[in-house]
């Protein structure tokens, strides 16, 4: 026992990122609640100049990019991955809209440590156009899944899911909106999950 307690003995997270980053925003701001059990130590896109990055920055945490296309193959790319997180010592991996699939290569280090949040009630819809697809086949009900991540895509074991109805009119932009809002409470609240387990 180390007898560290308070704000030291938090778990650090990394955010893997493509983009926009209002999932990885919905972690940052829960990282600022007193009780929340972790921290984000670094944030890294594969896209530069992603918007996500700013976010970051903005919060005072180191935001790293690391292109896949500065790397001649997947493994390659997966090491440099490696080799970013390592000086971090972190506990939990977040992929939050981060748009590379990872192999068994990367994902061995880290089974049991590499979450994912999808925009779709999982098993169904995995995949990209979840809401074109859920509107097209009549569904009433959306939502979002927050889940470990294993080589298969979009199919490791569930944390914990939410739930949106689908109104009559919808498009997918106004789904996606109502799904999203359901994001950013289901990813602070399967972390806290983890870390209280
Ligand atoms: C979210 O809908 C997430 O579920 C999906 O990609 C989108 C990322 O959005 N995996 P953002 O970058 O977090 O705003």
Known sequence: MDGVSGPAS???LAVLISGRGS??????????TPDFPAEIAVVISNIPGAKGLERAERAGITALTVSHKDHANRENFEDALLKALEPY????????GFMRLLTAHFLEQWQGKIINI?????????GVDTHERALAAGESEAGCTVHFVTEEMDSGKIILQKAVPILPGDTPKTLAERVLEQEH????EAIRI???A
């Not at 409470?185 to 602070?188: I, Q, T």
């Open 23 to 32: 999932n990885l925003q919905s972690i940052i701001d829960a990282c600022e």
């Open 185 to 188: 409470k289901a990813y602070p």
């Open 10 to 12: 938090k778990k650090r």
């Open 194 to 196: 983890l870390f209280s």
């Open 118 to 126: 999808h925009p779709s009630l999982l098993p169904a819809y995995k």
């Open 89 to 96: 010592n972190v506990d939990l991996i977040c992929l939050a």
